[in-house]
């Protein structure tokens, strides 16, 4: 009998990649092996009696290799699209990522083309579920000028995205000091003029003491920005329905213009 | 006039955000431009949406006036001078900084400035050019700006603003010269096409210069690609279809002369090449001219034009002026003049809507307005939008064979919008596509599978029967009002417009 390999992975790019490395050079063959990611609502109900887990340590070295095969024998894009698929909230996306990439080294690049493959166009979906939170963050995160000049910003995103997010950031606004923070990931961007952006791991803390460092009351263009808000809707077209479509509530908790009603209610 | 002296720039906002909720163009695409190390900003050509407002509109721009003070007296305006209304304007550095501030928060994409008439046209404008070039230079503001232009602006000014500004708009107002003269007796047709032209030569000989191939022009294979006086009538909606007129039609009657008005004005404005005269230097030799391009705007249902009318309009402000947006907004009687349509019922904004749509039509799926309305139908229906009703009239051409037609095609298929025709043509390059592969791929189905075969098979077996198609299209339509049921006809569904509606509902 058969035993399937299962290969455990940290939930990051480099870790999906690096059991990617590990599954495919280990000869049990494509069949034989699945990955899973560790995420917090995995809860390893699926916990299958006749196979061997192995717990994969992220190693950089593997991962980067995987991450150069794909560019030169895939694409580039067909990289990106890998690595928003490693960042999304989607369970089981490693090894999604896994029977993509068995597809793509034999196909090459013309893989994109085959929307009506399920795992192209799985591959396909996702990519287009996390490219609309980014988009839409690039729009909804909001900056609070902290006392000591720093712009800082909280966000709350299904999808790891904070990495997709920062370079737009860093290139609008080069001479600013700005921090954006997942507060559900425990991870943040830290920006400094003239260096580049690092990711880095914070505390989770609840969220609520966050929320109220970082919303500062006292930074008075907030003020202004609600007036502004307030009055460039047009009364006789009020239409919440066609604003909650279009600005999910979900985003709401982090935006200056609706923290009055949000917060005191 | 009440002027106050010590306002705060609080109530300032308040009030010049007040009155300039009713310009519509608040979209911030149309430029890429990547971020300096010394300035603040950059732009993207898509566009990005920071909120949407209670009316579920978005919000990209700061959208203000620069003044609320004016001394002229259109009609349709609040802020007209015969109005006795809190007055109050901003000055250059207070523009500067409230944009830089919220831009910084990353609250907007930039400035959309527009303005009251202090003085006169040009006392206003150079103050708006004060502020723009306060904000490029000394702020170093690299985000975008649309500026738009005050009827009457000298052109030394419009040459000198059009450096900094990403778009520039000036507002047509409405279709025709004779509702402008009636509403907005101040302003001229004229004064409103030649800054359009000027702007437009502006920008091709700038883009000339710099070598800049602007293939959003190229892909829009219905559009004249060079531009001259001489080929002004070839465009024009109205030449050749006149011939098949009714004149017995009184509506008919007034759409066609107007045309033709339209049309010489068109022409007046466009043979005006070679008086540009005024040179601004350009801030640096790399410069772009009005990058975004042109954009105007047309209040809906204030005057009785027809939405051929409208479109017709458009369409030739699309092929003659290069602009890039038109846009609608819905008539409202803000200031309860008995000489204008109540609007008591709200605004017409299921007409507006369907404006829109078949502005979009005109401008990605390759539809001439003539295609869409005709003297004898000159409005659109409500129940359908323009491109169902296009199909239903036109059933001899459908169904369409999804793996052969090609991309224009395909995008006349009701239900099949630009992403799903070029997923289509995409995947059918790797196997012949199925109904359950369309499914898999995310294209809705719902409309289209009435037009297309797949494989040479429809999904039912249905014939094309307009009534039909009909009754199963606006089946899903749940609140059919007055009186229709589902023995209705496609015929009888035709005569719905929103027009009309608006007048029986009187
Ligand atoms: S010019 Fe006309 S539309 Fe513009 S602010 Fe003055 S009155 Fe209003």
Redesign the interface.
């Known amino acids: 009998m058969n035993l399937t390999k299962i290969f455990v992975c940290e939930n990051s790019i480099d870790g999906i990649f690096t059991a990617i490395y590990q599954a495919w050079s280990s000869g049990y063959g494509h069949a034989n092996v699945k990955i899973e990611e560790e995420c917090e609502k995995n809860t390893y109900s699926n916990i299958q009696l006749f196979s061997d887990y192995i717990h994969v340590k992220t190693n950089i070295e593997q991962a980067l290799m995987v991450s150069r095969s794909i560019k030169t024998k895939i694409s580039l894009q067909v990289y990106e699209m890998v690595c928003r698929v490693a960042l999304s909230n989607y369970q089981g996306k490693g090894d999604l990522i896994y029977r993509f990439l068995v597809l793509g080294f034999h196909i090459g690049k ?1 893989i ?5 493959n ?1 795992i192209v ?1 799985k591959i396909f ?1 996702i990519n287009r579920y996390v490219n609309n939170e980014v ?1 839409h963050l ?8 902290q006392d000591n000049g720093v ?1 800082a ?1 909280i966000i709350h995103p299904k999808n790891n995205i904070l990495s997709l997010v920062t370079p737009h ?1 860093v ?6 000091k700005f921090i954006i923070l997942d507060g559900d990931r425990g991870l943040c961007s830290i920006y400094i003029p003239k260096k580049p952006w690092v990711l880095a791991e914070v505390p989770v803390m609840d969220s609520y003491s966050y929320d109220k460092d970082i919303a500062n009351g006292d ?1 008075e ?1 907030q ?3 609600k ?17 909650r ?3 999910p509530i979900r985003f709401r908790r982090d ?3 609706f923290f009055i009603t949000d917060k005191n209610s | 006039m009440i002027i106050q002296e010590a306002m705060t720039i609080q109530r300032k906002l308040e009030i010049l955000s007040d009155a300039a909720k009713y310009d519509v163009a608040c979209t911030s695409s149309g430029v890429n431009r990547k971020g300096k190390d010394s300035s603040i900003g950059n732009s993207l050509a898509s566009g990005i949406c920071h909120s949407f407002s209670a009316d579920g509109r978005c919000i990209s721009l700061l959208k203000i006036l620069f003044t609320n003070e004016c001394i002229f007296d259109c009609k349709y305006c609040f802020n007209r001078s015969s109005n006795d209304v809190v007055r109050a304007s901003f000055t250059p550095e207070e523009i500067c900084e409230l944009t830089i501030e919220f831009y910084r928060r990353n609250y907007i994409e930039g400035l959309f400035l527009s303005s009251g008439i202090m003085v006169s046209p040009n006392h206003t404008m150079e103050l708006i050019f004060q502020a723009l070039r306060m904000l490029r230079e000394d702020y170093n503001f690299n985000g975008y700006i649309h500026c738009k232009t005050i009827p009457g602006t000298d052109q030394a000014l419009i040459e000198a603003i059009g450096w900094y500004a990403d778009r520039m708009s000036i507002n047509l107002e409405l279709p025709t010269a004779s509702s402008l003269k009636k509403l907005a007796p101040h302003k001229s047709r004229n004064n409103i096409l030649k800054p359009m032209r000027q702007i437009q030569l502006r920008r091709d000989m700038n883009k000339d210069y710099l070598g800049i191939y602007d293939r959003s022009l190229d892909s829009k294979h219905t559009r004249a690609n060079k531009i001259s006086a001489s080929n002004t009538k070839l465009l024009l909606p109205s030449k050749e279809d006149s011939k098949n007129i009714d004149n017995s039609n009184q509506l008919t009657h007034n759409t066609t002369n107007s045309n033709k008005s339209f049309t010489k004005e068109l022409s007046q404005a466009m043979a005006s090449t070679s008086t540009l005269s005024p040179y601004w230097k350009p801030p640096s030799a790399s410069s772009r001219y009005v990058p975004a391009g042109q954009s105007t705007q047309m209040i809906i249902g204030a005057t009785e034009e027809s939405d051929l009318h409208i479109m017709s309009v458009s369409e030739a402000l699309y092929d003659n002026f290069d602009l890039k947006r038109v846009f609608y907004s819905a008539f409202m009687n803000v200031n309860q003049d008995n000489l204008l349509p109540s609007t008591e019922n709200g605004p017409p904004l299921l007409r507006e809507h369907r404006l829109y749509q078949a502005d979009w039509l005109l401008r990605f799926y390759g539809f001439k307005t003539r295609e869409l309305l005709s003297e004898s139908k000159p409005n659109f229906n409500i129940f359908l939008d323009p491109k169902c009703d296009w199909a239903l009239r036109h059933l001899e051409q459908f169904p369409i064979e999804v793996n052969k037609a090609d991309y224009f095609t395909l995008l006349r298929v009701p239900g099949i919008g630009v992403n799903s025709a070029r997923r289509i043509i995409m995947a059918r390059k790797n196997s012949a596509l199925d109904f359950k592969d369309l499914k898999k791929m995310g294209i809705v189905l719902k409309r289209a599978v009435y037009f297309i075969t797949c494989k040479g098979k429809m999904l039912y077996p249905v014939k094309l029967n307009e009534d039909f198609i009909t009754r199963e299209l606006i089946a899903d339509n749940k609140k059919l009002p007055f009186g229709i049921d589902k023995d209705i006809t496609y015929k009888q569904l035709s005569f719905f417009d929103d027009v009309s509606f608006q007048i029986n509902n009187k």
Do not use: V
Request: without cysteine; hydrophobic residues 40%.
């Open positions: 013309d994109i083309g085959h929307l009506s399920e166009n979906k988009h690039l729009g909804f995160i909001r900056f609070t000028e712009l910003s950031f290139d609008r606004l080069p001479k600013e930074d263009y003020d202004l920005w007036i502004f808000f307030d009055s460039i809707a047009i009364k006789e077209r009020i239409n919440p329905k066609l604003q479509n279009n600005l935006m200056t213009e």
